[in-house]
């Protein structure tokens, strides 16, 4: 099992930037392959951004192309997500997800085994 714990969420103005941490702890022996998606109020839960166990790939939602980082620093079992220039459609619950085969379909939430609480982002405009 493994628990995901994110952080890092609050309440930004547009044009802002806000990093979220998703830090990784039970059996952390093994490395997985994680992902960040977010789910605003009366919407499904959608893709945001993923990257491979070895942080050699990384794959974003067309959506935040550019503006988002997704990265990873396995000797603390933590994926981080930098989120720049953000936008009032930014505003969402953002989840981490953890899977340790390589997802088939990353963009599809149904793919991961493992999930955090989630932690609140709001942009203000």
């Known amino acids: 099992q493994v628990q995901l714990v994110e952080s890092g969420g609050g309440l930004v103005q547009a044009g802002g930037s806000l990093r979220l941490s998703c830090t990784a702890s039970g059996r952390t022996s093994v490395s997985y392959n994680m992902a960040w998606f977010r789910q605003a109020p009366g919407k499904e839960r959608e893709f945001v951004a993923a990257?491979?166990?070895?942080?050699?790939?990384?794959y974003y939602a067309d959506s935040v192309k550019g503006r988002f980082t997704i990265s990873r620093d396995s000797a603390k079992n933590t994926v981080y997500l930098q989120m720049n220039s953000l936008k009032p459609e930014d505003t969402a619950v953002y989840y981490c997800?953890?899977?340790?085969?390589?997802?088939?379909?990353?963009?599809?939430?149904?793919?991961?085994?493992?999930w955090g609480q989630g932690t609140q982002v709001t942009v203000s405009s």
């Open positions: 990257i491979s166990r070895s942080g050699g790939n990384a």
């Open positions: 997800a953890a899977k340790f085969i390589y997802p088939s379909r990353p963009s599809i939430p149904h793919e991961y085994d493992y």
